[in-house]
């Protein structure tokens, strides 16, 4: 078993970042016939900031990452992908668990959105997360601490 550990991204090439995304969203956005090469990398790119991207290594592996972004009245979880060798270990809830413990201790709550159709969906929503609202696109989830 390997040992995992997350750290700031400031030290990390984030195109590196945005592959795993795209690998991770390829799948989901094929399937609503959205998925476009370098859009999906651009999109990622264009809004990184060092200070709100964590990185989640698997003994020396970048196997994963999310992104965090603290507003007045909410967390914001903008991305979290994980790689495909690693989904389905429970990596991901651990992530998410912990962002909501940060949330519960801030008193605040947290926000995310999903691609409508995206397995995504169904995890969040096992997480705890309420569906607010949905576009064309994506679903808006909320998480309230009790």
């Known amino acids: 078993m390997y040992q995992i550990t997350i750290s700031n991204a ?3 090439d984030p195109s590196h970042l945005a592959e795993i995304r795209a690998n991770a969203m390829r799948p989901s956005l094929e399937a609503v016939g959205r998925f476009d090469e370098e859009r999906v990398r651009k999109r990622f790119l264009d809004t990184y900031d060092p200070a709100d991207t964590h990185i989640v290594r698997a003994g020396q592996d970048l196997v ?38 940060q949330a519960r201790d801030m008193a605040l ?3 995310l959105m999903a691609l409508r159709g995206s397995p ?21 989830y909320i998480w309230e601490p009790a």
């Open 120 to 140: 995504a969906n169904d995890f969040y929503t096992s997480c705890g997360f309420v569906l607010e609202r949905s576009d064309d696109l994506d679903n808006y």
């Open 64 to 101: 994963g990452f999310y992104v965090l972004r603290t507003r007045s009245d909410h967390l914001h979880l903008t991305h979290l992908y994980i790689s495909l060798t690693h989904q389905g270990g429970g990596l991901g809830r651990r992530i998410v668990l912990a962002v909501q413990d």
């Open 109 to 111: 709550h947290v926000r």
């Open 10 to 12: 400031a030290n990390i």
